[in-house]
């Protein structure tokens, strides 16, 4: 067995590219992280590995190790529970059939949004593939930037405090696993799962013991408790939560460029827990400088 990467500084374990809802392409991402000052960078885009080859091609112009990974969609009942996927084997099988089944639910329900809107607003499907790039994992975020583009709101955000908000009548759900089953394909993958921003609709919504519990069992190997859209009474639940279970805690931005307001490296992952992540990995390494 190779001998462990040497980790020398912070990571942030939870960035996006213009393969998923992120405005910059991954290589940029690296250059932003470079910026940063961050010795690492995850980059998580929704249910795809596409970015990774360009990511991982930058390492040697910005000096920042790469952690390949995907922020896996999954579902408890009609609540969305996202899941970061580390170091996972890109050409898993189990793995590549179900976000393969996620792309395709995510694509046909943001045509079904589009055509919902379109009966009320000018907008169409081609006002959104304007938004997106070659291979992009089309989502909420490309309808919102083409509200945007299209004049009905002044930015992303507002796009989904208003038309895309699910009390305006337009949005519906997509196909996604149980997150039991999405850490149970993330570790089959040789990856390592952390639930990620567990609270960000505050402390009553943190998953209760009994479900962590069964996650733990499965291998969750941590929690995204320092996130920018965590709630701070959230947060203290959460601690005591992973202190109760031994999970470790992540930190990071959940950067979109200029998608959200989130600020690349403002949470970061101590070098510690960046250890412990990869040592448990065998399905993926990390790219180093």
């Avoid at 980790?7 to 940063?36: F, I, K, N, Y």
């Avoid at 996650?215 to 920018?228: K, M, N, Q, T, Y």
Wanted: aromatic fraction near 4%; glycine fraction near 10%.
């Amino acid at each position: 067995m190779p001998a462990a990467p040497v980790v020398v500084g912070e990571a942030d374990l939870h960035t996006h590219s213009t393969v998923s809802d992120g405005t910059e392409p991954p290589a940029e991402v690296m250059r932003q992280a470079a910026r940063a000052g961050l010795w690492g960078v995850a980059l998580t885009d929704h249910d795809s590995t596409t970015g990774w080859a360009e990511a991982a091609a930058a390492v040697p112009e910005t000096g920042v190790a790469l952690i390949p990974g995907m922020e896996l969609s999954t579902r408890e009942g009609y609540m969305s529970v996202h899941m970061l996927a580390y170091l996972v084997d890109p050409l898993d099988e189990g793995l590549l059939a179900e976000t393969a089944r996620i792309r395709e639910s995510r694509f046909t329900r943001a045509e079904e949004i589009v055509r919902r809107i379109g009966r009320d607003y000018a907008l169409s499907w081609e006002d959104v593939l304007a938004q997106t790039a070659e291979g992009t994992t089309i989502g909420r975020p490309h309808i919102a930037d083409a509200l945007v583009a299209r004049g009905h709101a002044s930015t992303r955000s507002a796009a989904f405090e208003g038309i895309l908000h699910p009390r305006s009548g337009y949005a519906q759900p997509h196909y996604a696993p149980d997150p039991l089953t999405g850490v149970r394909l993330i570790r089959a993958a040789g990856g390592v799962p952390v639930l990620a921003h567990p609270g960000t609709r505050g402390a009553e919504s943190v998953i209760p013991p009994e479900r962590l519990a069964r996650l733990v069992d499965a291998g969750l190997f941590g929690l995204e408790i320092d996130h920018p859209e965590n709630r701070t009474d959230a947060k203290r639940r959460l601690r005591a939560l992973a202190t109760r279970f031994g999970l470790e805690v992540t930190g990071s931005s959940d950067y979109h460029g200029t998608g959200k307001p989130n600020r690349l490296g403002q949470n970061r992952t101590t070098r510690e827990v960046v250890e412990r992540l990869i040592a448990q990995a065998n399905g993926a390494a990390p790219v180093l400088p």
